[in-house]
């Protein structure tokens, strides 16, 4: 899809036209936050919420885009419009906002901000037969960053544990989902996603001490209220995932997403849950297509290696 126009510091250019430069700290020392929002039929999906937390996550390491949250909100929808001709072999978009400290040396932190705003198909072919057949956890050793080290409520590219918990899980199961825990054991989030419980009717989900403010993770609180779902914030552990009458997992492009089985232990009685699948009838309603159905044929359009996500 070379058609594909993205936003690069002010400019309209073709996504394969941009270049970042060696010494750029977002790609030097990782110095860089960023959002991902995602549209439904070609419609924009709580921009302004992620917008919102990307300038909070910049307000916390202290870089200025040189753009106002406004002026970043219309440019996101701009590149939606920009690129509509191209949605119908993509389906739906993801719309990534980066916001890297620029180009300086080690120790240089006085620079101009790189901006980028990028287009992605959403990733269907990872994800779209898990909704009939549930997601697999894998509780890994390796762990989240402590809040004391870098807070987890910034959206930032410092994510090597991330990266590690991903090739830990993929050697237990290869289509493993990766869990992680905090430092007393403490479940906190995968590594692009929150995690759910639900046990005798009530939502579980971990407080955000030691995980990212997922938006979808607010969306599903959202629904859960509208369909009189209770919803707990507290926290988990391995043995809440494993004695759980169901598990799901969330987040933007997935929306929500069964998981069956654990460390290889069925979740309830293995197949997706009675109220995971009201959150999801319920969320594609709120957004005018049914979910699973579109990612089961968009998945057929598109390879099985795995993608950008």
């Not at 607010?218 to 209220?225: H, L």
């Not at 929306?255 to 319920?282: F, H, S, W």
């Amino acid at each position: 899809m070379g058609n594909i126009v993205a936003y690069f510091n002010g400019d309209w250019v073709t996504q394969d036209d941009i270049r970042i430069h060696p010494l750029d700290r977002g790609f030097y020392v990782g110095d860089a936050v960023f959002d991902l929002a995602r549209t439904f039929n070609g419609k924009s999906f709580k921009m302004r919420d992620h917008i919102d937390r990307l300038y909070r996550s910049l307000k916390h390491v202290r870089i200025d885009p040189g753009i106002s949250p406004d002026e970043m909100y219309e440019a996101s929808e701009e590149a939606i419009r920009r690129n509509e001709a191209e949605r119908g072999e993509a389906g739906d978009w993801h719309i990534w906002q980066t916001v890297t400290r620029g180009i300086a040396g080690w120790r240089q932190l006085e620079a101009t901000p790189t901006v980028m705003i990028q287009i992605f198909p959403v990733p269907f072919n990872l994800y779209a037969h898990m909704f009939k057949e549930g997601a697999h956890g894998v509780i890994t050793k390796t762990r989240s960053y402590p809040s004391e080290s870098l807070d987890p409520k910034v959206k930032h590219y410092s994510r090597m544990n991330f990266n590690m918990a991903e090739l830990e899980a993929w050697d237990i199961d290869p289509e493993g989902w990766p869990i992680m825990t905090d430092a007393n054991g403490n479940i906190t989030e995968g590594t692009a996603y929150n995690v759910f419980i639900v046990k005798d009717g009530v939502i579980h989900t971990a407080g955000d001490s030691s995980l990212l403010q997922g938006i979808s993770r607010g969306a599903v609180v959202e629904v859960a209220e509208r369909l009189g779902i209770p919803v707990v914030t507290e926290e988990l552990q391995p043995y809440d995932l494993y004695t759980a009458d169901e598990a799901f997992l969330t987040n933007t492009p997935i929306c929500v997403l069964p998981m069956t089985k654990v460390d290889n232990r069925e979740v309830g009685d293995g197949k997706p849950g009675p109220i995971t699948q009201q959150l999801l009838a319920a969320w594609s309603e709120w957004v005018g297509l049914d979910i699973v159905d579109q990612a089961e044929q968009m998945s057929g359009k598109m390879g099985t290696e795995r993608v950008l996500s």
